[in-house]
């Protein structure tokens, strides 16, 4: 019998398929524990905005119809929201659509995607899945991009170059100097993917917002998405603010209807929730004062964040990790993204930091 796996590029063969965080059910299923905390995915733990789920049950009745496959509405929506032209928006099945189409529009084999090591891991996977080349970048010791580096490695056949600001799941930032000395460095056939997936929660002043560097038209992808701060995660919502040729590219590719209709529904009435916007920061806030301090108390060490997840060096992330599991807490192992010692915790609900750290007092204490 013909293997499927040698009709494709060895590197895609190669691959392994992005591994999410453990749904709560298959850890009630497996452990036989109740009450469940997941702290693995960096979603919102408020929940979705109330207002956006009211509008998405208005459209239930509409689910026989395809959705607007252009996001007309949405996109305009966000368009003003920024006060720019709406056909420099494009709006996708949640931001990793978008990083998807970059790569199998850009990258073929030849071609090389720059980015650092210990970025988001999807990069990879798109650029192995297009035929292309990842080049990836040491990091600096204090766990931030080395964003010299970086230009460094651009060559000829360089066409993306992956920045997520903040990084997942460092939760560092590069600041608006290291910022503007790439820019200046980038040669002008290379495309800067500016993923801010979660730019809402920064709170460094020193943070680029990327949206204020495409006058000049150079060709930067600005990526947003509503999973994390408006908690639209299972709704599959985001989108790219880029060049308006660009755009046109990404409507060339992209599936006929790719945002679905309740997703489009949810995202238009969530933009204007500001109280849950609000809220969200504010627990978000409070969750990481709370949690740093435990740390520094047990003497754990911990990469200090911009997002709404902290990266802890706990000694065997694989080890805590299953012992949490254990104890009805789901925390994210990073074996997978190079750091053997640590996990990944999404920040909580106060009740649900409160658990996390006495689970992890107590499998600490165990080790
Ligand atoms: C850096 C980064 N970019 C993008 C995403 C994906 O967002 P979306 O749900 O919009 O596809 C994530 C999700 O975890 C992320 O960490």
Request: aromatic share 8%; charged share 25%; proline share 6%.
């Amino acid at each position: 019998m013909i293997k499927a796996e040698d009709l494709v590029l060895p590197p895609v063969a190669a691959l392994h398929p992005y591994e999410p965080g453990k749904p709560i059910e298959e850890l009630e299923r497996e452990e036989g524990v109740s009450q469940v905390v997941k702290l693995a995915s960096n979603e919102n733990p408020l929940g979705p905005s109330p207002v956006a789920l009211e509008a998405v049950r208005a459209a239930l009745s509409e689910v026989n119809r395809y959705p607007d496959g252009g996001c007309w509405a949405l996109s305009r929506k966000i368009a003003a929201r920024h006060r720019l032209e709406a056909e420099r928006i494009f709006v996708a099945s949640g931001s990793v659509e978008v990083i998807n189409l970059l790569a199998f529009l850009f990258l073929r084999p030849g071609l090389n995607a720059v980015f650092s090591e210990h970025a988001f891991a999807i990069y990879a996977l798109a650029t192995a899945a297009a035929g292309g080349e990842s080049r990836t970048v040491p990091m600096r010791a204090d766990y931030r991009f080395d964003l010299e580096a970086i230009a460094a490695a651009i060559d000829g056949n360089t066409r993306l170059v992956f920045l997520d600001n903040p990084n997942n799941p460092t939760g560092t930032i590069y600041r608006k100097q290291e910022w503007e000395n790439f820019l200046a460095r980038v040669p002008d056939w290379v495309i800067i993917v500016a993923d801010e997936a979660y730019f809402e929660f920064v709170r460094d002043p020193d943070y680029p917002d990327s949206l204020r560097y495409h006058q000049d038209d150079r060709m930067i992808v600005t990526l947003r998405t509503f999973s994390k701060i408006f908690g639209l995660a299972g709704l599959r919502v985001g989108y790219a603010v880029t060049r308006p040729d660009i755009v046109t590219l990404l409507h060339k590719v992209r599936q006929p209807f790719n945002v679905t209709s309740l997703a489009q529904a949810a995202a238009l009435a969530g933009l204007d929730d500001e109280k849950h916007v609000r809220r969200t920061l504010e627990v978000n806030a409070a969750g990481i004062h709370y949690l740093e301090g435990e740390f520094r108390r047990l003497g754990i060490s911990f990469v200090p964040t911009n997002a709404n997840f902290i990266l802890v060096d706990v000694g065997d992330g694989s080890k805590v990790f299953q012992d949490l599991l254990r104890q009805g807490v789901i925390v994210r192992p990073m074996n997978g993204y190079g750091f053997p010692r640590h996990v990944r915790i999404s920040v909580g609900l106060e009740d649900e930091n409160r658990r996390l750290i006495s689970a992890l007092e107590r499998v600490l204490s165990k080790a």
